[in-house]
């Protein structure tokens, strides 16, 4: 076939087209990055946001267990094949029981927490991601509006750009990245009359874990202003020092008919490559998800969904509030939050805002006369050690350009040598 046939094959999708425009500067930084943790001499890769150890022990055994052959035991051979679109019964059982003892039902009937139907109200999704797909897909029309806070997990923006709807982003401020106040927020519902709002904590990239009242907040201007909501809750189990997640949900009850909240294997159980994510809301809009989802990938990779359920399984086993209840990686990662931004400070003079939860910590760049892209391509050149320029988190044009990630998902062993390599006099 020659070139000139080729430029006369119908154009691709315009909307996909014009997703991809859009993504331009952003995934042109995510691209550099990329290409820099490539290089020989890196010694420390914290810009993407995995665990360079092993995910959860149980899920891992199960794993093993599932991909035994099944000589003849047609039920283990079945854990090979398609589960239902909504994912397997066991997973939902198991999900629906570890959400139980992770936020314990009300004794009153019908009211907050309560448990979660495993039948109806959960969809398993194949990652995290894919649940805020279909969750963005099915709320949202062209031409709606989706509000999100920014920094924002760049995948929202894109997302409802496929959608065809508008982002409009609300700025959280350096260093305490809290939700606004109602007087602020109020007046950003009425300009922008979101159909849709993104909630995210703990967050990704700040590490802030919102407040019952910054919560109250957002879900009450929800409520007048008629909105949908996503709480992307990934991070749940990752908060530190003495703070607490609440989902959304829980403190403001009555958006449950119009909230979905997202949760993910990847985070909970570090298995970041085993793509087993999940969604939970209301009958009919966890059905309408499920719509996309059984058409984008059908179902969840069968033995993996098993394993993961294993691991939900022995968490759901511990009494609630029991401290083992509580990723052992925890207290490692306020130690290499910790470690990092002293190492920063010491060597470059910046300052850091100490995560409350999640999986990243964010320093202020500025004292380096550095552009956080400037900084970041210095840090990788010239010690070795890779992060990410907050501006990819901003989906609005004018991105603080002083800020940049660092994941403290890591060994001790590879915060040690990014801490040598900064710290070295050269
Ligand atoms: N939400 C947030 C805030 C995230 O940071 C991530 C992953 N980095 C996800 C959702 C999606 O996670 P996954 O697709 O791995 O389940």
New binding site residues.
């Given amino acids: 076939m020659s070139a000139s046939s080729i430029s006369q094959l119908p154009k691709l999708s315009e909307r996909v087209r014009n997703s991809m425009e859009r993504a331009g500067a952003g995934a042109k930084v995510w691209a550099e990055v990329t290409e820099l943790s490539r290089q020989p001499n890196i010694v420390a890769d914290l810009g993407?946001?995995?665990p360079d150890f092993d995910g959860d022990s149980a899920a891992l055994q199960a794993c093993r267990d599932v991909l035994q052959p099944s000589d003849g035991d047609r039920v283990k051979a079945r854990r090979h094949q398609y589960s239902l679109v909504q994912g397997s019964a066991r997973l939902r059982g198991s999900l629906a029981a570890w959400l139980a003892t992770s936020y314990p039902p009300s004794a009153a009937a019908g009211h907050f927490p309560r448990a979660v139907d495993a039948d109806q109200e959960l969809l398993v999704c194949t990652?995290?991601?894919?649940?805020?797909y279909c969750a963005v897909m099915a709320l949202l029309d062209a031409g709606d509006t989706a509000l999100v806070f920014e920094p924002?997990?760049p995948?929202y923006a894109p997302q409802i750009g496929l959608a065809e709807a508008r982002v409009a982003s609300v700025r959280l401020d350096y260093p305490a990245f809290r939700l606004p106040d109602e007087q602020a927020l109020r007046a950003v519902f009425e300009r922008e009359r979101p159909k849709l709002v993104i909630v995210?904590s703990p967050?990704?990239?700040s590490g802030h874990v919102a407040s019952a009242d910054e919560l109250r907040t957002v879900g009450r201007l929800c409520l007048e202003f008629n909105c949908y909501c996503i709480s992307?809750e990934?991070?749940e189990k990752y908060v530190f020092d003495g703070h607490c997640h609440q989902r959304l949900v829980d403190v403001v009850p009555e958006l449950w008919p119009r909230t979905l909240t997202?949760g993910?294997?990847?985070?909970l159980f570090s298995l970041?490559g085993w793509?087993?994510?999940w969604l939970y809301g209301p009958a009919d809009l966890v059905a309408a998800c499920r719509s996309i989802h059984g058409n984008a990938s059908y179902c969840a990779p069968t033995p993996l969904q098993e394993a993961v359920a294993a691991a939900l399984d022995q968490a759901a086993a511990l009494p609630h509030g029991d401290p083992a209840d509580v990723p052992p990686m925890r207290q490692r990662f306020v130690d290499n939050a910790r470690k990092l931004a002293a190492a920063l400070a010491a060597t470059f003079g910046v300052t850091s805002s100490l995560p409350h939860g999640?999986?990243f910590l964010v320093c202020d760049v500025s004292p380096t006369g550095l552009t956080d892209t400037e900084f970041c391509s210095a840090l990788a050149k010239d010690r070795g050690v890779i992060a990410i320029p907050l501006r990819v988190f901003y989906p609005s044009s004018d991105p603080p350009t002083n800020l940049v990630r660092f994941s403290i998902c890591k060994t001790p062993e590879l915060i040690d040598r990014a801490v040598a390599a900064m710290t070295r006099p050269i």
């Fill in positions: 993407q946001g995995f990652s995290g991601t894919e649940a805020l924002s997990f995948w995210n967050h990704n990239p992307d990934v991070y997202v993910s294997a990847s985070k970041t793509r087993v994510g999640g999986y």
